[in-house]
């Protein structure tokens, strides 16, 4: 499965920014639950903090969408 790319401008994007940023959450809301339900990976690791810095590189796997965060 191919991964989307994500281009930031910054060191890190938050992983609820991230899932809106995306387009796997429509709201803040959404995206905490979907984090919250232990639906999201980290990396190949369940994570369940929405908060959690997402850093160059980073491979974010939500069912089957894989979310790449590349640093411009």
């Not at 910054?10 to 991230?18: A, C, H, Q, R």
């Not at 899932?19 to 990976?41: C, N």
């Amino acid at each position: 499965m191919e991964a989307e790319k994500i281009y930031i401008e910054e060191d890190y994007i938050k992983l609820d920014s991230l899932l809106k940023f995306g387009g796997i959450a429509e709201t803040g809301g959404q995206a905490k639950i979907i984090v919250q339900s232990g639906l999201v990976s980290l990396n190949g690791e369940v994570c369940t903090q929405r908060g959690k810095k997402i850093k160059n590189g980073d491979k974010v796997k939500v069912e089957d969408r894989i979310l790449e965060v590349l640093k411009r």
